[in-house]
């Protein structure tokens, strides 16, 4: 049974950094795409950013570019948000998601249960 977990989440003021984490279970989370997106009150979910199976390709949305990275541990199936630089605009409940031989920015089959992330200014 696939399960994404997510935690790592919480509140900050403005400027602060949060790593978010998603341990993964039930696939062979080398070979898959991750993920991570976000949805805020009111709006939809959008992209924040992914990589690859391989880690050799990363993708970001343009509001997170340069603040974000996103990392992967293959060895214990988990895959790292590292948030810098939070605006008030990123509180949001971040989503980790996964597919397998998909594009970076596609759709995605399985999904994690979210954690909330509040930045306060």
């Known amino acids: 049974q696939v399960q994404l977990v997510e935690s790592g989440g919480g509140s900050v003021q403005a400027g602060g950094s949060l790593r978010l984490s998603c341990a993964a279970s039930g696939f062979m989370f080398s070979i898959y795409t991750m993920g991570w997106f976000r949805q805020a009150p009111g709006k939809e979910r959008e992209f924040v950013a992914a990589?690859?199976?391989?880690?050799?390709?990363?993708d970001f949305a343009d509001s997170v570019k340069g603040r974000f990275t996103i990392s992967r541990d293959d060895a214990k199936s988990t895959v790292y948000l590292q948030m810098n630089s939070l605006k008030p605009e990123d509180t949001a409940v971040y989503y980790c998601?996964?597919?397998?031989?998909?594009?970076?920015?596609?759709?995605?089959?399985?999904w994690g249960q979210g954690t909330q992330v509040t930045v306060s200014s």
């Open positions: 998601a996964a597919v397998l031989f998909g594009t970076l920015r596609g759709h995605y089959d399985h």
């Open positions: 990589t690859s199976r391989s880690g050799s390709n990363t």
